[in-house]
């Protein structure tokens, strides 16, 4: 027999995932905010029903709970509040949230992730509990803490999350020299990483991918056309070509290149002219000083940044020790010797970093590796 506590416990857990599962619905698309999500639970002694719900709108505003005390109406009186990370408690651009769960008359708040940012750090769930409102905090909290990670490195280290990513054949190789793209990963890991594409704020490759590829980095999964990133490509010198898919494309999808202060400005002005913004940006050792740009980012509000090649790029972030998360997609192809090896695989990954997630699609296995920020 469990206890009313032991249930109670496995009723909120239940919840807080559904909500974290809700929020990621809008991951990508709420920068400068974290995407949240709440759910607004009632029981009037029949079991709990969900009476409202919400994620943090695409850019950011209004908030989770704001969306989800909407739906509920006078149905949140009462109710317990799921909220994947704690709510505000500043008067920003809207209301504090942890003010309006007050007003709606909320009985009890289950929080999952502390928010960081000084105006609300521990003032949220204050407000809360001063109202004489029930609070647990901490309920799925290393989920939370996954799931909004680049908004806590953001918060922290004042640069976006870093994904490296890295689709490797059996051989431990990245591609052949010259050869452009070659597929060595199959179908389903491919719609995988246009999946981590839509749910990040930039992808960023370097000038000498962009050049041998020619890729267009976009996603291209159907119904999530829209959710494309920033495309980055760090170019020291200005030598994205004005024909190529990217600078094409800049248009519908932004572009910006990375240039120092070297670069041609005849060639930065004809990049302009597609629609290529430039990110002027320091450098050293003959190469973009990646902690400052990546200071920009966050700037602009951005969380996420997936580093999509080549091997040069992702030796200097791994060498800059501006990477936080390694992820791996092994195909079952061999490209043989002369090809380009990886930076970085599977048995020597940089210290720090963990496994914490596996999985087969198809005939490639993933793995993902996590460094604790
Ligand atoms: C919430 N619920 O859904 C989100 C929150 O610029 P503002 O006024 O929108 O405030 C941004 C801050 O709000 C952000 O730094 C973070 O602390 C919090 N995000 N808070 O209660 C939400 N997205
Ligand atoms: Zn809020």
Redesign the pocket.
């Known amino acids: 027999m469990s206890t009313r506590y032991e249930e109670q416990q496995a009723t909120d857990r239940r919840f807080m995932a559904a909500a974290l599962r809700m929020s990621r619905k809008h991951a990508g698309l709420?920068a400068?905010?974290?995407?949240?999500g709440?759910l607004l639970v009632s029981d009037d002694g029949n079991g709990p029903v969900i009476v409202g719900r919400?994620?943090?709108a695409i850019g950011?505003?209004?908030?989770?709970?704001?969306?989800a005390l909407a739906e509920a109406g006078e149905k949140a009186r009462g109710a317990t509040a799921y909220?994947t990370?704690?709510?505000?408690a500043?008067?920003?651009?809207?209301p504090?949230?942890?003010n309006a769960l007050v007003s709606a008359g909320v009985a009890r708040v289950v929080g999952a992730a502390s928010?960081?940012?000084p105006?609300?750090s521990g003032k949220?769930y204050a407000i809360l509990r001063e109202a004489g409102i029930e609070v647990v905090e901490r309920v799925m909290a290393d989920e939370a803490a996954d799931q909004l990670a680049g908004?806590l490195v953001r918060?922290l280290k004042k640069r976006p999350q870093v994904t490296l990513k890295l689709a490797l054949s059996a051989d431990g190789m990245i591609g052949r020299p010259g050869e452009g793209q070659i597929a060595i990963t199959g179908a389903i890991s491919r719609r995988q990483v246009h999946l981590m594409r839509a749910e990040a704020d930039a992808i960023v490759v370097g000038i000498n991918t962009a050049l041998a590829d020619d890729p267009e980095l976009t996603v291209r999964l159907p119904g999530l056309e829209a959710r494309s990133p920033v495309r980055i490509v760090l170019d020291r010198l200005a030598r994205l070509d004005p024909a190529s898919k990217l600078a094409r494309t800049a248009e519908e999808v932004p572009v910006f290149v990375a240039v120092g202060p070297e670069a041609d400005a005849a060639r930065k002005a004809e990049l302009e002219a597609f629609g290529v913004k430039s990110l002027a940006t320091d450098t050293y050792d003959g190469r973009i000083a990646l902690p400052e740009l990546l200071e920009d980012l966050a700037a602009l509000g951005m969380m996420n940044v997936m580093v999509e090649g080549g091997a040069e790029t992702a030796r200097n972030f791994l060498a800059d020790d501006m990477v936080d998360r390694i992820v791996i997609f092994r195909g079952p192809v061999e490209l043989g010797a002369g090809g380009i090896a990886a930076p970085v695989d599977e048995n020597h990954m940089p210290a720090g970093f963990r496994l914490t997630r596996q999985a087969r699609f198809g005939d490639d296995s993933y793995a993902e590796w996590t460094r604790n920020f």
């Open positions: 709420t400068t905010n974290p995407a949240v709440t919400g994620v943090t950011g505003r209004p908030h989770a709970e704001a969306e909220v990370l704690e709510p505000c500043h008067h920003g651009r809207t504090p949230c942890a928010d960081p940012d105006r609300v949220g908004y918060s």
